[in-house]
Every structure is written in structure tokens, then in C-alpha cells.
């Protein structure tokens, strides 16, 4: 069951996510890294989450950069599963530093 949750709900059990700019309900987050390696790597590894988790990511990469938008399409909006996904991201950038 994945509810669409008030975006500032969402935002509030995250840091450094903000709302999507274009008005969709999404939240985004910029990670940076040491090099492209690095920042394919973790990609690798989310990808494999994400497809583990049947729940994946819209995202964006040139060099070290990884822009990340997430939402819950079959449910219109940001949900638990979105969160979840973040925080996978969230501990595994800091673990790669
Ligand atoms: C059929 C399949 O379960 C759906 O298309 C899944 C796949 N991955 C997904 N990923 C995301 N981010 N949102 C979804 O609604 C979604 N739906």
C-alpha cells in the first residue's frame, strides 16, 4: 500500500531533498562526488535496489554529478517508497564520502 504523503511530510524526514521545481510532486537532491567512477558506482549500486524494490529513479549524470528525482508515479505523487529510496542514497553517499 504506498500513500501519497504532503510534500513537506516527506521533506521533513529527509535532508538536504527539496521539492521538485516544475511542479511535480517529486523531490530532488544533487549528490557530488569524487569522479565519475565514484558517482557510477553508486548509481550501479542503487540500481540494484531500486530493481530490488520494484521502485526506481529519475535521474541525471555528467561526470561526478548525480541529479536525483523521485515520486511514485502509480500514485501521483511522493510516498513512503520515495522515502525509502532517499535514504538508501542518502547513507550510501556518505559511506562513498
Ligand atoms: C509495473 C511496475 O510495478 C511499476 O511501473 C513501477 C516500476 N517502478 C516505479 N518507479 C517509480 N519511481 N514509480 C513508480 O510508480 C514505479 N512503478
Known amino acids: 500500500m ?3 504523503l504532503e510534500l513537506d511530510t516527506a521533506l521533513g524526514q529527509l535532508s538536504g531533498w527539496t521539492a521538485a521545481e ?8 544533487t549528490y557530488k562526488f569524487e569522479d565519475f567512477a565514484t558517482a557510477f558506482g ?10 530490488k524494490a520494484d ?10 554529478k548525480v541529479e ?3 515520486t511514485t508515479h502509480d500514485a501521483g505523487g511522493v510516498t513512503e517508497k520515495d522515502i525509502s529510496l532517499a535514504q ?10
Open 2 to 4: 504506498t500513500t501519497k
Open 22 to 29: 516544475d511542479g511535480k510532486h517529486a523531490i530532488c537532491k
Open 42 to 51: 553508486f548509481m550501479s549500486a542503487i540500481a540494484t535496489q531500486a530493481e
Open 55 to 64: 521502485h526506481h529513479p529519475e535521474w541525471f549524470n555528467v561526470y561526478n
Open 68 to 70: 536525483v528525482t523521485l
Open 88 to 97: 538508501k542514497m542518502d547513507a550510501l553517499s556518505a559511506k562513498l564520502g
